[in-house]
């Protein structure tokens, strides 16, 4: 067997190949890169952001695939397995699992050599779908691609033979579906190995045709829910439109199967540039002040010297920070006296802060049309500390009304539940820094009050009572809380807060961070006193008290990767950290994911064995083409329990800061004559 398959990698990968990457990337049934239901070595195009669903046998797959790095992609799944057969021979009616997976691409292919790709499956869920593999694929002709790889567990459950890594690896310790979310290390690579591939045809632009040879046995599903005959598959695939992939199979020699998979990119909005429109063209007898809401901008700051103007704004409705500035640049260019040669644009939000952008009107006025003009004025462009005192202009009271969404998954009795309804949004700056802020929503239809799961954490009941908030009253006021912030030095921010903060917590908070402008590095420091919110979603408290809190490091790197550590004291008072590993754009998505663990043991957590998710921030401009700054955000956890849980606190200065400092500005600058 070992001989055949070397023999024939060796005769269809040698030849050289009349064109490298010519095949169309595929996702398979799992939603990663691959053939049917095995992997392959292909990457997606970076930052691409598939959803695919797949379904055969009574088995449903949903998976959300990211490609974090032009070379590693994240697959998170969650499926549905009907009619298992479990270690021991118990037999489930039905399994919902949840599992991550890592494929990354080592060698690119080539004229000369195929793509390698490695990866690891359920290193982290239940261990149903478990399994590694070392893949190579390579296009033979231009609509022709050949696979084979070498897989471990679930990837050799046909045609095994002794693991070629060596005696240190023959042994794989056996796995029970248990309350998963434990790193198995001591399986990776282990057990007996064997060979897979397959080969991809694609005929016209739209329409693939793929024949695999599949290796997974199918342990806990052959003989239940589908009768495994043949090793081999096949799988038809139609592209009507860019991004979108449908597919049908024939599997294991006695099953249908269907997928559905959308890719978007957050590089590549749907509207391409947008639908901005171009800059107010004022008048010189407008006021600054008039002209600037026009553009979406509050004048928030005013200095007059000689033969300079020194402004601080406040951006309601541009994402891109250097996009706000220009914009109030070029109003100034518009409406300042004619003696005026130089101003000032800094960024402002609840009284904080960052450096103005210096500016010689004399550029503004030649370089505005000018090839590459963005560049050039950048370039002549200086950062400066601003001098504008705070305009008289307080109170203000701002609000808006909006419809909202509140969707819960992976709830084992209902995988999917929501809430709709309408929600208010106040904000009343009562002076420079003092802000008074909250939210009310009122329910019309929904069903997360059916969940009837009660929690059975041995821990405080910090965050697994959440079924009890859900189910309490159909109108909420979801936070209403005083902040006051501060800036004693231009590198260091504070942060005072009191009422309620989020659904379930209200009390003290109080934060300091220092960010010096343009660094990569930040520190930051937080102490709560907090109480446990009545159910009922009103103003009344329950007796669980604590105090958390935490020091935190972030550190920004280069193409949009963020780092973030907090160590500290959570809400059921266990001690422990949380890293947060982020990719952000430019255009203002974000993917990040996280893990937290604290002295809690993984057995006394729960299911799940410790705090993990993913977080997802996408701005609703990139979406409608409108100039918006809202975006639409939500944290998604596989289950949610007591240990390692934070308190929501809108307003932290991290990421309150993040749009007014130079980084932004300069990491935007493409957008300044926009």
Do not use: C
């Not at 398959?5 to 060796?10: D, M, Q, R, S, T």
């Not at 995988?415 to 309804?421: C, H």
């Not at 009422?499 to 109080?510: K, Q």
């Not at 893990?595 to 729960?606: E, H, M, S």
């Amino acid at each position: 067997m070992r001989a055949w398959a070397l023999i024939w990698a060796v005769a269809v990968f040698w030849p050289l190949a009349l064109i490298a990457q010519g095949v169309p990337l595929r996702y398979n049934t799992y939603g990663a890169p691959g053939l049917i239901d095995m992997p392959a070595a292909s990457s997606a195009p970076d930052a691409e952001l598939a959803f695919s669903v797949s379904r055969f046998a009574g088995q449903t797959r949903s998976t959300l695939t990211f490609q974090a790095s032009p070379r590693l992609s994240v697959s998170v799944r969650y499926a549905k397995l009907d009619r298992v057969l479990g270690q021991g021979g118990v037999f489930y009616d039905a399994i919902l699992d949840r599992s991550l997976a890592l494929h990354y691409r080592l060698w690119d292919e080539t004229e000369l050599h195929p793509g390698v790709a490695v990866g690891v499956a359920d290193f982290i869920g239940t261990g149903i779908y478990s399994g590694e593999y070392l893949v190579a694929t390579k296009a033979v002709h231009p609509d022709v691609a050949v696979t084979l790889g070498l897989g471990w567990g679930r990837f050799a459950g046909v045609g095994g033979f002794a693991n070629p890594l060596g005696p240190g690896f023959a042994a794989r310790p056996d796995r029970d579906f248990g309350q998963g979310g434990m790193v198995t290390r001591n399986a990776f690579f282990r057990g007996d190995a064997a060979f897979f591939g397959g080969v991809h045809w694609q005929p016209a632009p739209a329409f693939g045709v793929t024949l695999e040879y599949s290796s997974d046995a199918y342990p806990y599903e052959n003989g239940t829910a589908f009768d495994r005959n043949t090793p081999v598959n096949l799988g038809l695939i139609y592209t009507p439109r860019p991004g979108l992939h449908l597919a049908a199979q024939y599997l294991y020699g006695s099953v249908l199967g269907v997928q559905v998979t959308y890719a978007l990119n957050p590089t590549r909005p749907p509207h391409g540039s947008g639908y901005a429109r171009g800059p107010v063209v004022v008048s010189p007898a407008a006021s600054l002040r008039r002209a600037l809401q026009a553009e979406g901008l509050v004048l928030t700051g005013y200095r007059r010297l000689e033969n300079r103007v020194d402004i601080v704004v406040q951006n309601n409705r541009h994402a891109a920070s250097a996009q706000a500035v220009g914009r109030a640049a070029r109003v100034l260019a518009q409406i300042a006296p004619p003696e005026v040669t130089t101003f000032s644009v800094a960024l402002e939000q609840a009284g904080l802060r960052g450096p103005a952008v210096a500016l010689q009107r004399r550029d503004l006025a030649a370089l505005e049309f000018a090839v590459q003009g963005t560049d050039l004025i950048g370039q002549r462009a200086l950062m400066v500390a601003t001098g504008a005192s705070f305009e008289n202009r307080f109170p203000v009271l701002d609000w808006t009304m909006r419809p909202y969404i509140t969707p819960a998954i992976f709830d084992p009795d209902d995988p999917l539940r929501a809430d709709l309804g309408g929600a208010l949004d106040l904000e009343w700056q009562l002076a420079p820094g003092l802000t008074a802020s909250g939210t009310v929503q009122q329910r019309i239809a929904g069903t997360l009050d059916q969940a009837s799961r009660r929690s059975n954490s041995v821990l405080p009941h910090v965050r697994s009572d959440f079924a009890l908030y859900q189910r309490e009253g159909d109108g909420d006021i979801v936070d209403f809380a005083l902040h006051w912030y501060t800036q004693p030095h231009p590198e260091i921010t504070t942060r005072l807060s009191a009422g309620l903060f989020e659904t379930m917590y209200g009390g003290l908070s109080a934060e300091m961070l220092w960010r010096p402008d343009g660094g990569d590095l930040a520190l930051g420091i937080e102490v709560n006193r907090l109480q446990q919110r009545a159910y009922d979603g009103g103003f009344g408290f329950r007796d669980y008290a604590v105090t958390s809190g935490h020091a935190s490091v972030y550190w920004q790197g280069d193409a949009g990767y963020a780092v973030q550590l907090d160590a500290g004291r959570y809400l059921a008072g266990d001690w422990g950290a949380t890293l947060t590993l982020t990719r952000q754009f430019r255009n203002g998505w974000s993917l990040g994911a996280f893990a937290t663990l604290t002295d809690v043991p993984f057995d006394i957590f729960g299911e799940g064995s410790f705090d993990k998710g993913l977080i997802l921030r996408v701005p609703l401009s990139w979406a409608s083409g409108r100039p918006r700054r809202d975006q639409l955000s939500t944290t998604l956890r596989p289950v949610t329990r007591d240990g390692g849980a934070r308190v929501q606190i809108d307003g932290r200065l991290y990421t309150l800061t993040a749009p007014l400092g130079a980084r932004a500005i300069s990491d935007s600058w493409g957008a300044f004559l926009r």
